[in-house]
């Protein structure tokens, strides 16, 4: 399958200051792009680090921004994610990243039209 076969969506998660996630779904294969949300814009508009550069001016937009998580969920629950070297501060960090990660493997099934197995499912 090629990357036109596939289908983008792009939303928010986590509130105010959470993380962006820009998908490209197949029926079997969902890859994921992740950003943070460091700030907002005078028109509450997310702001991201900026790739070139932390030391420079956020962005507005994702596709300039540093991805804090690279990665895939597969039809059959295996999955594999580039985290980088992210740094958490604190509980609260740990408390949101356990948060994105169960949301991208329940999402990714979502958006590939698949059920996961019981065994999956969180009880």
Same mark, same amino acid.
């Given at each position: 399958?090629?990357?036109?076969?596939?289908?983008?969506?792009?939303?928010?998660?986590?509130?105010? %200051? =959470?993380?962006?996630?820009?998908?490209?779904?197949?029926?079997?294969?969902?890859? !994921?792009? !992740?950003?943070?949300? !460091?700030?907002?814009?005078?028109?509450?508009?997310?702001? %991201?680090?900026?790739?070139?550069?932390?030391?420079?001016?956020?962005?507005?937009?994702?596709?300039?921004?540093?991805?804090?998580?690279?990665?895939? !969920?597969?039809?059959? =629950?295996?999955?594999?994610?580039?985290?980088?070297?992210?740094?958490?501060? =604190?509980?609260?960090? %740990?408390?949101?990243?356990?948060?994105?990660?169960?949301?991208?493997?329940?999402?990714? %099934?979502?958006?590939? =039209?698949?059920?996961?197995?019981?065994?999956?499912?969180?009880?």
């Amino acid at each position: 399958m090629s990357d036109t076969d596939k289908r983008p969506t792009v939303e928010d998660i986590l509130g105010d %200051f =959470g993380y962006r996630l820009a998908w490209s779904v197949s029926d079997h294969w969902a890859d !994921v792009v !992740v950003y943070e949300i !460091v700030g907002r814009d005078e028109n509450n508009k997310a702001l %991201f680090n900026n790739k070139e550069a932390v030391s420079e001016p956020d962005v507005e937009s994702h596709a300039e921004a540093e991805p804090v998580l690279t990665g895939f !969920v597969k039809w059959d =629950g295996c999955s594999q994610f580039d985290m980088g070297n992210q740094h958490l501060c =604190g509980a609260d960090s %740990f408390t949101k990243h356990i948060a994105l990660l169960r949301h991208i493997y329940h999402r990714a %099934f979502e958006l590939m =039209g698949r059920e996961m197995y019981d065994e999956w499912v969180e009880k």
